[in-house]
């Protein structure tokens, strides 16, 4: 049995044709290191009919998995559509991490449906190059009670992500990977 679902040559046909652009000037990641591959995981799913093709994969491969979730999220901004995306096809709950705790109204960190003690979440986002916005996503979910079940990114472009998740016992797996693409990964931090 291949780890890859069905859905999952269209999905990255998708991610490899409008998602990947290789520039001649190296730019700055998040992570503050360079690279000459621009990965645009929002203009890959800019459509609903995009969306929901990658959301499907995503879905399909965390069944595949044994990735069981009552709620779908991450850190805005990055895993918003993915998640809303996720949610529109299963039908589960769908929530959003700020990056600041709301000044106002109930204050809160975390938007969307309220995440109960014991909730079962799967973490997205739209393109990982070291985890760490994942991980802060992980840490404000873990604080309302919630249990992550996975972590699914739509690109890993390296393979500090996978350490960093492995060492909390968190199962993950990326739709799409640095290999597939055949760039050259995010060194680890």
């Known amino acids: 049995m291949s780890d890859r679902p069905d859905s999952w040559q269209a999905a990255f046909e998708l991610i490899r044709t409008r998602g990947h652009e290789r520039r001649a000037e ?3 990641l998040a992570s503050g290191q360079l690279s000459h591959d621009y990965i645009d995981g929002k203009y890959a799913i800019d ?5 929901e093709l990658v959301s499907r994969a995503v879905v399909d491969l965390a069944a595949r998995h044994g990735i069981e979730f009552d709620a779908v999220g991450g850190l805005t901004m990055g895993a918003d559509p993915l998640a809303h995306g996720i949610a529109m096809v299963t039908g589960k709950a769908w929530f959003s991490v700020r990056k600041e705790q709301k000044k106002r109204g109930r204050e809160q960190w975390i938007e969307g449906t ?12 739209d393109v990982i190059s070291t985890g760490g916005s994942t991980e802060q996503a992980y840490e404000r ?16 472009r390296g393979d500090s992500a996978a350490r960093r998740f492995a060492a909390r016992n968190v199962p993950y797996v990326a739709l799409v990977t640095y290999r597939d693409l055949g760039i050259e990964p995010v060194k680890d931090v």
């Open 26 to 28: 190296p730019f700055k």
């Open 47 to 51: 459509t609903g009919e995009r969306l």
């Open 114 to 125: 309220r995440l109960q003690p014991g909730t079962r979440v799967l973490l997205v986002d």
């Open 141 to 156: 979910v873990v604080a309302a009670g919630a249990v992550v079940t996975g972590v699914i990114p739509m690109v890993d």
